[in-house]
């Protein structure tokens, strides 16, 4: 009896150990990005894409309004997703899956989290966000992007680091009177009152 008892508890707590590690350690998540968390990533994803639009106004005191459509597959799904972002708490206003649910998505320390239970080989996640003016040189009439070396997720949400690359879409609604370059060229402008539409092709995977 009393080995069985030991065996019982033994089992117990192998099971505790692995319903333990199914889920990423969220609150244990810090600022920036640790090398455990940039090994974690590079094991779990497998390819992702970022197609990202942007509404930006000519004051430059406005917010700028931006979407992610992101497109990601996983080699895990028992861990959550981990994006980094500043001030996600307060910057990102939504999060839908690929059906249009609501994702309960969570902000830690400059991260947006994907709980594992909305995760799936495929995954094409909808997200909502003010960006961030960090990397955003923004004047009256002009505005340019410095994302190195790892300031892109001051901007809009990203997997930040240099051996997870992506494919990125871009559009862009600017002013009428305004011109734009991106890492593409344009494949489609349209006129929308007193603003303008770009649309750029899909870059090679960077970073």
Same mark, same amino acid.
């Given at each position: 009896?009393?080995?069985?008892?030991?065996?019982?508890?033994?089992?117990?707590?192998?099971?505790?150990?692995?319903?333990?590690?199914?889920?990423?350690?969220?609150?244990?998540?810090?600022?920036?990005?640790?090398?455990?968390?940039?090994?974690?990533?590079?094991?779990?994803?497998?390819?992702?894409?970022?197609? +990202?639009?942007?509404?930006?106004?000519?004051?430059?005191?406005?917010?700028?309004?931006?979407?992610?459509?992101?497109?990601?597959?996983?080699?895990?799904? +028992?861990?959550? +997703?981990? +994006?980094?972002?500043?001030?996600?708490?307060?910057?990102?206003?939504?999060?839908?899956?690929?059906?249009?649910?609501?994702?309960?998505?969570?902000?830690?320390?400059?991260?947006l989290v994907i709980p594992s239970r909305f995760l799936r080989q495929k995954n094409i996640f909808?997200?909502?966000?003010?960006?961030?003016?960090?990397?955003?040189?923004?004047?009256?009439?002009?505005?340019?992007?410095?994302?190195?070396?790892?300031?892109?997720?001051?901007?809009?949400?990203?997997?930040?680091?240099?051996?997870?690359?992506?494919?990125?879409?871009?559009?862009?609604?600017?002013?009428?009177?305004?011109?734009?370059? =991106?890492?593409?060229?344009?494949?489609?402008?349209?006129?929308i009152k007193n603003k303008k539409q770009l649309y750029f092709e899909e870059t090679m995977p960077? =970073?």
């Amino acid at each position: 009896m009393i080995y069985g008892r030991s065996s019982f508890y033994g089992l117990c707590s192998l099971i505790l150990c692995i319903f333990s590690s199914c889920s990423s350690p969220v609150k244990q998540l810090g600022e920036g990005i640790s090398r455990s968390l940039a090994e974690s990533r590079k094991t779990q994803i497998a390819d992702i894409a970022y197609h +990202l639009s942007f509404e930006i106004p000519e004051d430059p005191k406005e917010d700028i309004n931006g979407h992610l459509e992101l497109r990601v597959s996983l080699k895990d799904t +028992l861990q959550d +997703l981990v +994006l980094d972002f500043d001030h996600a708490d307060s910057l990102v206003q939504q999060v839908r899956s690929e059906e249009g649910k609501r994702v309960d998505f969570q902000t830690v320390n400059g991260h947006l989290v994907i709980p594992s239970r909305f995760l799936r080989q495929k995954n094409i996640f909808s997200i909502g966000f003010t960006a961030g003016n960090q990397a955003l040189n923004r004047r009256k009439d002009y505005l340019y992007s410095l994302f190195v070396p790892a300031n892109a997720s001051s901007c809009f949400p990203v997997v930040d680091q240099p051996n997870i690359k992506g494919k990125y879409t871009l559009n862009l609604t600017i002013p009428d009177h305004w011109t734009a370059l =991106s890492n593409e060229a344009v494949v489609r402008t349209e006129s929308i009152k007193n603003k303008k539409q770009l649309y750029f092709e899909e870059t090679m995977p960077i =970073s």
